[in-house]
């Protein structure tokens, strides 16, 4: 199979030499890595040069968009795979295109993402949630999931992902216009037409973030603005119930070893995603001047 990379960039840092490094060590080469990059005055990286099939586009900050803009980038594209990586996801190994791709061999296989690892020593609090989401079990999810896993059966990440091009070509690719989630909406997608969607535990990337309470919430409020404003299955299964479920083994994981310091931390956090969750599904009955302070992507309630 032809696989293509394609990788978003915007004040890219030592992360996405990282990241480039280890692509130019894989055991499955790809045919293309074709990074678009945000305002080009921003773009500084010394391993770019380094790789005999990339490819660099600019864009200007006002054109960028989550699905638009990798949709421009998938249509200069055309390998029988693209993959899609995020700057800061840092591939753990040499075998992470080799395991992504794998699941492919299945016709039904449309779409595969893989698992997303946290520093231990960094953010043990987010190590710990990152098994959560993404487990050491690699699985298929179709329709038939939905009555068990609900919301986690189309979940997908672009941070590591990839997609069959005909079927995502076929479908229109990601939705325009949107504040987040374009992965999850385009996944949902695929399950509603009966398409599988593979978790690859063996695909492995370094990626996690720091965040604080305060911009938690603002992700969760656009999250759910995301979910709000597409429908679809997002109407349909409850997400709640996950997230309940996630702090509650996260505390007990922290308790249970003696580690009670990271309980307030937790709890803080936890109590910022849900609060910007609950105000994001109700995002319409809030003033404008709020939303533009509680959201994590003020400038696309301006377009």
Known sequence: MKIDVIIPT????????????????????????????????????????????????HIQKSEFDHGGTRNMAAARCDGDIIVLLTQDAIPADEHLIEKLIEPFQDEEVCAAYGRQMADWKDNPVEAYTRIFNYPKESRIKSKEDLPVLGIKTFFCSNVCAAYRKSVYDAMGGFPLHTIFNEDMIFASRLI????????????????WHNY?????????????????????????????????????QTLMHFIKRGKIQYVPHIILQSGAKYIGYKLGQNYKRLPNGLILKISLNPSYWKM
């Open 192 to 207: 509603q037409a009966d398409k599988k969607i593979a978790y690859v535990a063996d695909a492995k990337v370094w990626h």
């Open 212 to 248: 604080t309470a305060k911009e938690q919430l603002k992700r969760n409020f656009d999250l759910a603005v995301s979910q709000v404003d597409y429908g679809g299955l997002f109407s349909e299964v409850k997400s709640e119930s996950e997230g309940i479920r996630l702090v509650k």
């Open 10 to 57: 915007y004040k890219p840092d030592e992360k996405l030499d990282k990241n480039l490094r280890m692509l130019r060590r894989q055991t499955v080469q790809p045919d293309k890595i074709l990074l678009v990059n945000t305002e080009e005055a921003l773009f500084h990286s010394k391993e770019f040069e380094k790789l005999p099939q990339g490819e660099l586009i």
